[in-house]
């Protein structure tokens, strides 16, 4: 990721599904204005899906998303659609191809309706699309079965000419969620001049050399916002205080060192941390909340799942791996069980855990982490973040700002 670049996960996720050979892929080159994925005549060319970042015009940063063909077949096409469906989660707008490899709309609808379907129920807004619209006589199709599920009749367009590639981007800003691109990460915690005072421990997680991303982000916010500024290394903390001129109004810090910083804030600085703002830009704050008190009733046989976004190389003192295990085992017994699971690795059957514990999810997009929720939520099991977990186990979160 380049660090001039708007982070994918702040992107607007755009997934083109479709069979197989319907031009997916022709159709994501043709909004890219270049060839970013492959194309073939060969059923199946796309095993994987492709994520292209770019800027459109009346919308912004997008990421659009090509994705397997959904009438895969044999053992490693069902692995692929699998794929797909995991693409399913994070997607906030779906194109919908309806065409078969000639540009027909195929007499039988049934898989393509299912998984307009399956996008509804997720609430995910569907264009429906008629690609090669060159290759047929498109005028004479029937569309009423498309029509009838999805509420609108399908554009057609063609990924060869580029007709009706303006069409889509249309349709796409009529689709735009209307709270995409309003959440803050800092919300209305503070505002012009306030003076905000950001503790960054540098251990061996930290990075050689850059910021990790939500204290990137939540620094750009700041000097967005116009507010005063202020770095310093948990161990400076002390000599920091002492040079300002007047307490900060917020002091942001790591969860890991919540617990240090708060014995040496000022009485009349509020105490958050990165973890704890993205728990509310990211997710269902209240929930995680709630979801935290469930702690107090966790025992030696409970088991906890622990759900990394990151998919790095476990270090040493990590906070997922380590540094919260041993918090929670600290707590409630050595005998305590914990899973952790990392990327996209979600298990679909909950049951099984009496709490589920989500990092910061600085690297999901926020309909992902939403989605995530709701899955705990429908099998009836409590789900918080890193932040809110840390500060329930060390007293304070009655005592921090979300």
């Keep these: 990721?380049?660090?001039?670049?708007?982070?994918?996960?702040?992107?607007?996720?755009?997934?083109?599904?479709?069979?197989?050979?319907?031009?997916?892929?022709?159709?994501?080159?043709?909004?890219?204005?270049?060839?970013?994925?492959?194309?073939?005549?060969t059923p199946g060319t796309t095993t994987d899906p492709v994520l292209k970042a770019m800027e459109i015009h009346g919308i912004g940063p997008c990421l659009f998303i090509d994705t397997p063909g959904y009438d895969d077949e044999g053992e490693l096409g069902k692995q692929r659609v699998e794929r797909t469906l995991q693409i399913v989660e994070k997607t906030d707008i779906a194109l919908l191809l309806c065409n078969k490899e000639n540009g027909d709309i195929p007499s039988d609808l049934t898989e393509d309706i299912h998984w307009i379907e399956l996008l509804k129920k997720k609430k995910i807004p569907v264009i429906p699309l008629v690609n090669k619209a060159d290759s047929s006589d498109y005028a004479t199709l029937n569309v009423s079965a498309i029509e009838?599920?999805?509420?609108?009749?399908?554009?057609?367009?063609?990924?060869?000419?580029?007709?009706?590639?303006?069409?889509?981007?249309?349709?796409?800003?009529?689709?735009?969620?209307?709270?995409?691109?309003?959440?803050?990460?800092?919300?209305?915690?503070?505002?012009?001049?306030?003076?905000v005072l950001l503790v960054m421990p540098q251990d061996v997680q930290a990075p050689k050399g850059r910021l990790i991303l939500p204290q990137a982000q939540t620094l750009r916010e700041l000097l967005d916002k116009k507010c005063i500024t202020i770095c310093c290394t948990t161990d400076k903390l002390p000599n920091t205080l002492q040079a300002l001129s007047r307490p900060p109004k917020l002091i942001i810090t790591d969860s890991q060192v919540f617990k240090t910083v708060y014995e040496q804030k000022p009485k009349e600085s509020k105490?958050?941390?990165?973890?704890?703002?993205?728990?509310?830009?990211?997710?269902?704050?209240?929930?995680?909340?709630?979801?935290?008190?469930?702690?107090?009733?966790l025992n030696k046989s409970s088991c906890i799942l622990i759900a990394?976004?990151?998919?790095?190389?476990?270090?040493?003192?990590?906070?997922?791996?380590?540094?919260?295990p041993r918090l929670l085992k600290k707590r409630i017994g050595e005998e305590l069980q914990i899973d952790i699971v990392s990327g996209n690795d979600f298990?679909?059957?909950?049951?099984?855990?009496?709490?589920?514990?989500?990092?910061?999810?600085?690297?999901?997009?926020?309909?992902?982490v939403l989605n995530r929720i709701e899955q705990a939520k429908k099998q009836q099991i409590p789900m918080t973040n890193y932040g809110i977990a840390i500060a329930f186990m060390n007293n304070i979160l009655d005592k921090i700002e979300y």
């Design 271 to 297: 105490l958050t941390s990165f973890s704890v703002l993205f728990a509310a830009y990211k997710g269902d704050i209240d929930y995680y909340v709630e979801s935290a008190k469930h702690i107090e009733n």
């Design 347 to 368: 298990p679909p059957d909950l049951s099984k855990y009496s709490l589920i514990i989500q990092c910061g999810a600085c690297m999901f997009n926020r309909k992902y």
């Design 148 to 195: 009838k599920h999805t509420s609108s009749s399908p554009l057609f367009v063609s990924a060869k000419t580029g007709h009706g590639i303006e069409l889509i981007r249309q349709a796409i800003i009529r689709c735009l969620p209307e709270d995409f691109d309003a959440q803050s990460i800092t919300g209305t915690l503070i505002t012009e001049d306030d003076l």
């Design 1 to 41: 990721m380049s660090f001039i670049q708007t982070p994918n996960s702040n992107r607007l996720h755009i997934a083109l599904f479709g069979r197989r050979n319907s031009g997916k892929s022709s159709l994501v080159n043709a909004l890219a204005g270049q060839d970013v994925t492959l194309v073939s005549d």
């Design 308 to 324: 990394e976004a990151c998919t790095h190389a476990p270090l040493s003192e990590d906070i997922g791996r380590v540094k919260l």
